[in-house]
């Protein structure tokens, strides 16, 4: 998608003069061009058998295959699928999930961040370590654990063991990154603050936050939609269908020995839906960069 | 959707370590809780399946039976249920009853950590043992050590599976052939196609279907007491014994010969099914889950079935059990609803919707090819012939015998290679196991 626009706003910028000069150089560029569509095809070709699948019969799928183009736009798997898992619900099961871990992921990462990269901690170094440590273990290592402690304290099958597991799991990966950020914070605004008569935590509140403004934002949309397409620890926590996320209802298709073709592309298809919109709607976000932020 | 094997491999070591620590503390209740106003079931089958068509109709009766009773129906993933039925059955939010996969290592498995109940004395009160054949209860029985076979009822099958051909009609009419009957008509018939440059069989390599042709194959010189000895260790298996030499000897004679095509090692089970609904094979040797969908789905030509000629014994068990997790709540409604799905009415859904029945009235199935689909397994479950499957002996099994098999049908190992392949693991489990 940025391969898009980026081509789109290379256009226009181009001096008439200079592209006329280049113009000995055209047969490179659409080699270039070539290639990039090819690659563009083989990302999206995959999506592209999603969509062609999703809108077929399931005895239309089975008698010409699932390359073949639809022989007439069907709805029916896509409304099946819905009605079938009851997927309003799990979009607002993962919206809620994704949304408070975002946010207190988020402002975790920040307190701490802000302790470790701007406080300097007596033996901050190890505490980043812990982190990375604690970043870099596999899920499956704290899953028997969790299981215990959750249900020692009855949040087992209760959406809120998901947001509390996922906001220290992603607060874990956002302290350790923002405390580099926040290590090369500039120390002319700290002290201007403090000439000021600020203390620490109107500090943080209204120097620190706002500068890096930028690169929380950045985390927040990652945090979102990571959390959004867990799938083993929602599987393992989340027992109930009422309680259940987006990735892991989708999982009700997949059988034993069959699969549906059609109605797990329909599923596939809705499934990505939320995540891509969000994708599009923070693309710019992203696109910043993660360290940006500081003096301008 | 696919996660790598690894994690569930994972998953599947943690769960086993972490229920043998806590297992333990499962208190017997003492009522059966014959006042429950609730019940909570969960299963796993698509609600176009043979088993969710009659189960929701069990579920109708049920709730007639029981007025004032509630009854919580989820449909689960299969795949969640795989993973954490010990974790969920150990916890205050394990279902009243579920369904469950039948084998060792996942029934057996619950019910040696105590997280099942024990069905037997239910089991023989209300009849149950009687409607199910010999062969059908091998799954529904586990010892103390959690193997099949024998010990107490821990779970109760509703349907049966097993494994056939499934033919294309308008093919075999194309080539004048007949119905084989025989083995020597089978490869005859197959010949045939190779002579006209038709693929006889389409094959999944990469998944569970090829292994099933070799151990159909080994279970024609095979007798009872073989598939006792491997699949419920009564005696040691000579793999290099006349059954399994000759399976794999024959799988690769019929790669050979071009009945299996040699890209198959890389096909999936599902692109298997779907060759053969296009009409790309004549021939799909696989089990009676493709039967509802093949009925549902192929339209353009005429299909029907018969067992592997020559063989009593084929790859088969009984299907999926109900179990009562040892924390149920609402046992005595557990074992009502049971029941219900026993009784004729829902048996005999389950057959007019493409299933396999364990306990239908034959005479009630309407449709003609449910009929024949259904009197093949009885045929077979009367003669004592379900064989389970290749892969269930050991854990981690398929993956060995599915690596094996693919390198069968490549041509990269001789059928002395694949059997010493296959036989080290199996022999490790039953080191493991003391035997």
């Known amino acids: 998608m940025s391969v898009l626009s980026d081509v789109k706003t290379a256009g226009p910028a181009l001096d008439p003069v200079v592209s006329k000069a280049k113009k000995h150089r055209r047969p490179g560029r659409w080699v270039v061009l070539a290639v990039l569509l090819a690659l563009l095809l083989l990302v999206v070709a995959p999506m592209l058998v999603i969509m062609v699948n999703a809108f077929k019969t399931p005895s239309d799928y089975a008698s010409n295959g699932p390359l073949a183009l639809p022989?007439?736009?069907s709805f029916q798997g896509i409304i099946d699928f819905w009605n079938r898992i009851d997927f309003s619900r799990k979009l607002l099961n993962s919206l809620v999930t994704s949304l408070s871990v975002a946010v207190l992921g988020v402002l975790l990462s920040v307190l701490n961040a802000y302790a470790l990269g701007i406080g300097r901690v007596r033996g901050r170094i190890w505490f980043l370590v812990f982190f990375l440590v604690a970043n870099l273990l596999p899920q499956e290592v704290l899953v028997y654990p969790l299981y215990y402690i959750s249900k020692e304290l009855h949040l087992y099958d209760s959406p809120i063991s998901v947001i509390i597991i996922f906001t220290v799991i992603q607060s874990a990966f956002g302290t350790y990154l923002l405390t580099s950020v926040y290590e090369e914070f500039p120390r002319e605004l700290l002290d201007a603050a403090e000439v000021d008569g600020a203390g620490r935590w109107r500090t943080l509140w209204r120097v620190v936050v706002p500068v890096s403004r930028p690169t929380l934002a950045v985390l927040f949309t990652f945090f979102f939609i990571w959390t959004w397409n867990e799938f083993f620890l929602p599987l393992i926590f989340l027992v109930s269908n009422e309680n259940q996320t987006v990735p892991v209802a989708l999982g009700v298709l997949q059988g034993d020995r069959l699969m549906d073709a059609t109605a797990t592309s329909a599923s596939a298809l809705v499934g990505i839906l939320p995540a891509l919109l969000f994708f599009l709607i923070?693309?710019?976000t992203l696109t910043r960069g993660i360290t940006a932020g500081a003096i301008k | 959707m696919f996660r790598p094997r690894f994690l569930s491999a994972a998953g599947a070591l943690l769960l086993t370590a972490s229920l043998a620590l806590t297992a333990c503390g499962s208190d017997g209740s003492g009522d059966e809780g014959a006042d429950a106003k609730t019940l909570t079931l969960w299963h796993y089958e698509g609600p176009n399946s043979a088993m969710g068509v009659a189960w929701n109709k069990a579920i109708d009766l049920f709730k007639a039976s029981h007025p004032g009773v509630e009854v919580k129906f989820e449909e689960k993933s299969f795949e969640q249920i795989q993973q954490n039925a010990g974790m969920i059955?150990?916890?205050?939010?394990?279902?009243?009853?579920?369904?469950?996969?039948?084998?060792?290592?996942?029934?057996?498995?619950?019910?040696?950590?105590?997280?099942?109940?024990?069905?037997?004395?239910?089991?023989?009160?209300?009849?149950?043992?009687?409607k199910l054949s010999a062969s059908l209860q091998t799954t529904a029985k586990y010892d103390e050590d959690g193997i099949m076979g024998s010990g107490k009822f821990y779970g109760v099958p509703n349907y049966g599976e097993y494994v056939m051909v499934y033919y294309n009609k308008d093919l075999f009419k194309k080539y004048n052939i007949a119905v084989p009957t025989t083995y020597a008509e089978f490869t005859a018939a197959m010949d045939t196609f190779v002579k006209n440059k038709v693929?006889?069989?389409?094959?999944?390599?990469?998944?569970?279907?090829?292994?099933?042709?070799?151990?159909?194959?080994?279970?024609?010189k095979g007798d009872r007491a073989f598939v006792d000895d491997y699949q419920l260790y009564k005696n040691k298996v000579d793999f290099h014994g006349p059954q399994l030499t000759y399976g794999a000897q024959t799988f690769a004679d019929w790669v050979n010969k071009g009945y299996i095509a040699k890209n198959s090692a890389g096909i999936k089970a599902e692109d298997m099914g779907v060759a053969f609904e296009q009409g790309k094979f004549p021939i799909l040797y696989s089990g009676s889950w493709w039967y509802g969908r093949f009925n549902d789905e192929i339209k353009n030509f005429d299909w029907g079935t018969f067992l592997f000629p020559g063989n009593t014994l084929h790859?088969?068990?009984?299907?999926?059990?109900?179990?009562?997790?040892?924390?149920?709540?609402?046992?005595?409604?557990?074992?009502?609803?049971?029941?219900?799905?026993?009784?004729?009415?829902?048996?005999?859904l389950l057959g007019n919707n493409g299933g396999v029945p364990v306990a239908a009235d034959p005479a009630a199935i309407t449709d003609p090819k449910n009929k024949e689909l259904i009197d093949n397994f009885n045929k077979v479950s009367a003669a004592d012939g379900l064989a389970f499957y290749p892969d269930w002996p050991a854990p981690g099994y398929y993956d060995v015998m599915v690596s094996g098999v693919q390198g069968l049908i490549n041509g990269s190992k001789t059928p002395a290679a694949f059997l010493d392949e296959v036989a080290k693991p199996y022999n490790e489990n039953l080191a493991d196991l003391g035997k």
């Open chain 2, 199 to 220: 693929t006889p069989l389409s094959v999944g390599g990469a998944e569970y279907p090829a292994q099933q042709i070799f151990y159909e194959l080994a279970l024609s």
């Open chain 1, 71 to 73: 022989e007439s736009i």
């Open chain 2, 315 to 348: 790859p088969g068990s009984s299907g999926n059990l109900w179990v009562v997790p040892e924390k149920s709540k609402a046992k005595k409604l557990a074992y009502d609803f049971i029941d219900i799905t026993m009784q004729p009415e829902v048996q005999n």
């Open chain 1, 282 to 284: 923070f693309q710019r």
């Open chain 2, 89 to 130: 059955l150990n916890s205050d939010s394990a279902p009243d009853i579920l369904e469950y996969n039948k084998g060792n290592a996942t029934a057996g498995l619950l019910s040696k950590q105590g997280l099942l109940t024990d069905l037997t004395e239910e089991a023989t009160s209300r009849g149950w043992d009687k």
